[in-house]
Each structure stands twice: as structure tokens, then as C-alpha cells.
């Protein structure tokens, strides 16, 4: 069974549109690009998430080793 085709105005009407090589509206060119504008913010997010737990366990990692190397008298 096929599913309804999406009308204009949305993500999936813009892709139906490349992928049959029809011309592309206003209302779907436009649905794409909040797509990607949301899709962009979000994945710039998830980098700066990620930096940010790296840079987290760095210095979990390092108050380790100071504590160890304190531990065992290397440190004063």
C-alpha cells in the first residue's frame, strides 16, 4: 500500500520534487530550508555537547593523575 503523498509546503513534497526532477515551488523550497536551518543549529549543538564532555574528561583525567602522582609523593 502506498502512502499520501505530503502536500507542498513540506520537507517531503521538496524531496519528491528533486527526486521526479519537477520544478520546485516557493512553499517547498522554503519547507527546506527551516529544514536545514534546524537541522544545522542542531548538529552545531551536538559539536559544542561534544567539545564540551571532551574538555570535561580532560580535566577528570588530569585531577587523576595529579592525585596519584601526589599519592605517591611526586608532587609536593
Do not use: V
Not at 521538496?14 to 544545522?40: P, S
Request: proline letters at 1%; charged letters at 35%; a positive charge.
Amino acid at each position: 500500500m502506498a502512502r499520501a503523498l505530503q502536500p507542498c509546503g513540506t520537507r517531503a513534497a521538496y524531496t519528491r520534487h528533486c527526486a521526479r526532477r519537477e520544478a520546485i515551488d516557493d512553499a517547498c523550497r522554503r519547507a527546506n530550508t527551516l529544514h536545514q536551518a534546524a537541522w544545522r543549529k542542531r548538529d552545531a549543538r551536538r559539536k559544542r555537547l561534544g567539545e564540551l564532555r571532551q574538555q570535561l574528561l580532560f580535566r577528570q583525567l588530569l585531577d587523576l593523575i595529579a592525585g596519584e602522582c601526589q599519592k605517591a609523593g611526586m608532587l609536593r
